[in-house]
């Protein structure tokens, strides 16, 4: 098996180092790549591998010689002439379309021979608790944050209604959910490396897959499914960590439970969350999920004064500094 490699080309040296390494960042993928700014250097290449992939910072020059149409993509001008066979985007658009477009050049041409894991070992942690609004989603987010400064981390919400789509207008108001991830889970799982990077949010480093707009849309989902597909994610080799805020509103709880090398759970400070905890360790015995009883943590989370509304200001303040102090407590 063999990476896949991209050539980079731009004539100005200082576009194609830049244009190298945003492109590499946001495909979050293995790939092998190298920079080119002499042309007849790039042709020498072309000819001895004919199944790199191409990107052209600049497509004034035309295409050059051993290139493969179809493996090719090319940054130019708006109403530049385009051949059917050639991916053209706007060189406006930046390095994150370059790395879309490249994206899914390869998906179309993705076959057994292509390595596309990074070979990271994907460790889920799983939030659950009976009681609710427990800060259990904020609690997530606020991990997510804190991981992600030293990882790559993935946030999954599973309630019924998250009410993202107005809490991240700005990132979750359009484009794809969950519910495409796992269009291509069913239909073409060796595409998913590919495609993973374009249907993620990020916010601030934290990486969110969007929940669907209701939870009904993904309900006859069974646990052996979302298991699936979290293997899909693992096998991406991208994420070190996948973070998922779980409540009833998922079919196969149990399942994806018993996934989760960690789970968190939020007890609460009242009668009532005492009561509804104990009847769900109850249940949990009685059912023999002793496995997952021992892989929980319970979370006493104290009065915090004030906690940002805006996701992406939760590495500061009162529950990012117990975050912190609660993870290094749990490592030991």
Known sequence: MKENTVLVYAPDRDIAVRLTEGVKKRMRMSCIF???????????????????????????????????????VIMGEDGMVRDDSISVISRYGGC???AKALLSVMADRVNGDTVCSGGKKLHILG???????SLQTTFCVALGEYLARGARVLYMNFEGFSGFSGILETVAKEGP????????C????????YKLP????????????????????TYDRSGEKWVEMFRGISYCGVYDYL???LSEAVQGLIQILSACERIFTITGNDRIAAAKLFEYEKWMKLHEHAGIMDKTIRCDL???????????????????????????????
């Open 243 to 245: 973070i998922l805020d």
């Open 198 to 217: 374009g249907l993620v949010k990020t916010v601030g480093k934290l990486d969110m897959l969007m929940p669907p707009l209701s939870y009904l849309d």
């Open 34 to 72: 190298r920079t080119f700014t002499d042309r007849a250097a790039l042709e020498k290449h072309l000819s001895a591998d004919k199944d790199c992939y191409l990107l052209m910072g600049d497509g004034s020059e035309g295409l050059p010689k051993g290139a493969d149409p179809e493996r090719t």
């Open 186 to 193: 069913d239909t073409a799982p060796e595409k998913l490396p």
């Open 177 to 184: 959910d969950v519910t495409d991830l796992l269009y291509y």
């Open 302 to 332: 104290p009065s915090f004064g004030k906690i940002p509304e805006d996701f992406s200001m939760l590495t500061h303040g009162e529950l990012s500094n117990y975050i912190g102090a609660f993870v290094k407590q749990a490592a030991g």
């Open 127 to 133: 939030a659950y608790s009976p009681v609710k609004r």
């Open 96 to 98: 994150t379309n370059a």
